[in-house]
């Protein structure tokens, strides 16, 4: 998997895991800071998440502009990171108006525009030289494994600092409270009870002054996400040294085609296309972003309902054993064996690499174990933990696709990147089916006004949910990426990535948007909104099959 690649991918690969990890450690807890803050309801939380989520993925167009015309693909990277970081820092202050907060994630925004689309490209760029095009496909992939391992961390992170800040002022974190707390602050005296009994949960004994408590619960827990936000200002820190300090192994790929065209020496290189093979590139690029905005408005589902799904309508005390994939602690040992006996009984594996697999199955089910005797029989979660299972997914399936792929390729056999496109759409409906199923007869959120529902589904619906996502998101986002880089005209490439970036917006402000119908119909109806827009979507790409597959011939 790891073969035929420059050393360049590696460069692009940690620094975009760095910028993820800081990305995702913010984006798990943006919802839930929202609405413990300020006291916003789903769809006002939604509102924010969607804008938010268009600006990320909108701004790259104009990031591609930049560096196509201006100042090449690393300079905007590099101006992007260090944008970033500003941003993520002015998150982090805690009691800050919502001023502030709007103008952080436009900082945050603009910086994402600078960085993401411009290090995709430059990646593309690298697979120009004949040397590694065979391996475009597979390059994008490990790339995105990047995304993924970052994500994998965040969720944790995000809890870890949240907890911690909570325990040193004797909390703990439980979902309704936010909401009871400003609905008392806010005069509703129908909620005094529930409080009441809440916070004597909380302290351990009867709380006569529930406003003083209710102000300090949304205090810290608004200051406890602060920190997060912290973390991610800290990883765009590492994300930067890594892009400069290894700039020597993708300096030959950071160059446009206007730059090109300005060097004497350079000008032979400059490829022109004919003016319909440009406009026939473009409209295939164009019909795949009217297909992937669909995707990403069912994707990004996961910081939004479907977060609230897991806070709402998912046990929060699951078994000790369902903790495990839960608790990094135990997590990560779990799957450091299940690789160790992966290594054992593949054919291919060498005696020493045996050897070594063995070691890591004994010594990750041990720890494992150790960490799983400590716990009690019930164990709490937290809603954003959810999180986590589609990166680590991405981690573990990447290799498994990868190789499918390469044996149909082997054969004769493998799909089109655009037929992979169309695959994929399928399979998130079918994702997306799982949690219609889980939500019948469920009430609806305009029901619960705000509570938790008294019937909790087990949380392996939401983690099957995601696994079939994952497939759905292998499937149709690396490969979306490469299709990109292959299909645009040269002097668009960067413009072209923040077109691919600028349809995810697109779908990320239509995730929000769609928000709109949450509390308005019933649970089951709302998923099935996005089961049927995903198969609408998927009948359209195969429906232009043969028109995309030309371009890339």
């Given at each position: 998997m790891l073969k035929g690649h420059p050393k360049g991918l590696y460069?692009?690969?940690?620094?975009?895991?760095?910028?993820?990890?800081g990305y995702y450690t913010m984006l798990a807890i943006f919802v839930l800071y929202l609405q413990a803050k300020y006291g916003f309801s789903a769809t006002e939380a939604g509102a924010y998440y969607g804008g938010f989520l268009f600006g990320i993925y909108f701004l790259p167009l104009l990031g591609g502009i930049i560096a196509d015309r201006m100042l090449g693909y690393g300079k905007t990277i590099t101006l992007g990171t260090i944008v970033m970081f500003i941003g993520y820092l002015m998150l982090a202050i805690p009691g800050q108006a919502m001023i502030m907060t709007v103008s952080s994630l436009a900082v945050i925004s603009l910086g994402t525009g600078f960085f993401k689309g411009n290090l995709q490209a430059l990646v593309g760029n690298m697979?120009?030289?004949?040397?590694?095009?065979?391996?475009?496909?597979?390059?994008?992939?490990?790339?995105?494994?990047?995304?993924?391992?970052?994500?994998?961390?965040?969720?944790?992170?995000a809890t870890g600092i949240s907890n911690w800040i909570l325990g040193k002022e004797g909390l703990t974190y439980d979902p309704r409270i936010p909401d009871l707390a400003h609905k008392f602050i806010e005069g509703n005296t129908s909620v005094t009870a529930e409080l009441a009994e809440l916070a004597k949960n909380q302290l351990g004994t009867t709380v006569h002054d529930l406003a003083r408590f209710s102000h300090t619960y949304i205090d810290t827990l608004s200051a406890s996400y602060n920190a997060g936000?912290?973390?991610?200002?800290?990883?765009?820190?590492?994300?930067?040294?890594?892009?400069?300090?290894?700039?020597?192994?993708?300096?030959s790929a950071d160059i446009t085609e206007h730059q090109k065209s300005k060097d004497e020496n350079l000008k032979s290189?400059?490829?022109?296309?004919?003016?319909?093979?440009?406009?026939?590139?473009?409209i295939a690029l164009f019909l795949v972003f009217s297909v992937v905005m669909f995707f990403w408005m069912a994707f990004h589902q996961n910081g939004f309902t479907m977060s609230i799904f897991a806070r709402d309508y998912t046990e929060s005390q699951i078994s000790n054993f369902t903790y495990i994939f839960f608790d990094l602690a135990a997590f990560?040992?779990?799957?450091?064996?299940?690789?160790?006996?992966?290594?054992?009984?593949?054919?291919?594996?060498?005696?020493?690499?045996?050897?070594?697999?063995?070691?890591?199955?004994?010594?990750?089910?041990?720890?494992?174990?150790?960490?799983?005797?400590?716990?009690?029989?019930?164990?709490?979660?937290?809603?954003?933990?959810?999180?986590?299972?589609?990166?680590?997914?991405?981690v573990f399936l990447t290799p498994v696709i990868i190789g499918f792929f390469t044996h149909l390729r082997e054969n004769g056999k493998e799909p089109s990147s655009p037929r992979k496109i169309g695959i994929g759409m399928i399979l998130t409906a079918v994702g997306f089916m799982l949690l219609v199923g889980a939500s019948v007869?469920?009430?609806?959120?305009?029901?619960?006004?705000?509570?938790?529902?008294?019937?909790?589904?087990?949380?392996?619906?939401?983690?099957?949910?995601y696994f079939m996502l994952t497939i759905a998101e292998l499937f149709l986002s690396p490969i979306g990426i490469s299709f990109v880089s292959k299909v645009?005209?040269?002097?668009?490439?960067?413009?072209?990535?923040?077109?691919?970036?600028?349809?995810?917006?697109?779908?990320?402000?239509?995730?929000?948007?769609i928000g709109y119908f949450w509390d308005k119909i019933e649970l089951w109806q709302f998923f099935t909104?996005?089961?049927?827009?995903?198969?609408?979507?998927?009948?359209?790409?195969?429906?232009?099959?043969?028109?995309?597959?030309?371009?890339t011939d």
């Open positions: 460069v692009a690969f940690f620094a975009n895991m760095g910028e993820r990890f697979y120009d030289d004949p040397r590694y095009n065979g391996n475009r496909d597979n390059a994008f992939n490990i790339f995105y494994m990047g995304i993924n391992i970052g994500a994998f961390f965040a969720p944790s992170a936000f912290g973390i991610a200002a800290v990883s765009m820190i590492v994300s930067f040294l890594i892009f400069i300090g290894f700039r020597k192994y993708y300096k290189q400059v490829i022109v296309l004919k003016p319909e093979e440009t406009r026939a590139r473009l990560l040992p779990l799957l450091a064996a299940i690789i160790g006996l992966i290594m054992i009984i593949n054919k291919k594996t060498k005696p020493k690499w045996k050897l070594a697999g063995a070691l890591l199955l004994v010594a990750g089910s041990s720890i494992c174990y150790w960490v799983f005797s400590g716990y009690e029989q019930k164990m709490n979660i937290a809603p954003q933990m959810f999180q986590h299972f589609n990166p680590i997914f991405i007869n469920l009430m609806s959120p305009k029901e619960l006004q705000g509570g938790v529902s008294d019937v909790l589904k087990s949380p392996y619906w939401l983690i099957s949910t645009a005209p040269p002097k668009y490439k960067g413009l072209a990535q923040g077109g691919w970036l600028a349809a995810t917006a697109i779908g990320n402000l239509m995730a929000g948007l909104i996005l089961v049927v827009m995903c198969l609408l979507s998927a009948i359209f790409i195969f429906s232009i099959l043969k028109r995309l597959e030309k371009v």
